[in-house]
């Protein structure tokens, strides 16, 4: 498959090809997140939410409100990305070794929001044609242009950099470092404060202190 229009054509996977690949990943994300509901440090009766991170090839516009119509779903952003790697599956035509533009796109979700992306998802697997209800047909191109898809991870959260400056320090036998922590920004202000409390809570069962 490949999209045409401007001075090149960009080849996707056909439909069977992304079905193939991306099946398993959508039934490790439920595995995963069912696996870690007991894991999680929350107070009685908060739900559970995990970060996804949804990259494209060629992006869709947009997007956002198709995210915002999926209850339990958060939008937390996206950003273009210009060095994608291409492969089999993603490559320009005319020029099949030149890098591919994309888009990250970071959304928060729960198990009611996993749910109804999977059910999206699998309705997409099925029929790549089928219309979705009004406002999530977007879904439907974010399938067929997926690159990658994964929860938000250590390797999204930490940099090299401050990775080897532990390193360093803890070499040195520094006892004290100091960490400063950026927590997403929920539109919820419950969900900040919440949130805000199981990280202060973590850090002092872990022997730290909170300096501001």
Known sequence: MKKSG??????FPSHARQTRIFGPKFRQLQQTFAGERAE???DPGQEPERVLVLETVDGVEAFMQAVRRIPGMEWLGEWEEDAIAPDDD?????APEKPLRGRLY??????????ELVSLWNRFRRNPNEKFARGLNRWRAIFA????LRFWNERDRLD???MRFWEEQLARQRERLVVKVELWLSASEDKRTSNQRVVENMVRE????ILG
Request: aromatic fraction near 8%; charge should be negative.
């Open 6 to 11: 401007g001075p090149s054509s960009i080849h």
């Open 40 to 42: 999680l440090r929350l």
């Open 90 to 94: 993603f490559y320009i035509e005319e």
């Open 106 to 115: 970071l959304i928060m979700f729960n198990d009611r929001a996993l749910n």
């Open 145 to 148: 242009r997926l690159h990658d």
């Open 160 to 162: 090299p950099g401050l």
């Open 206 to 209: 872990e022997g730290g202190r």
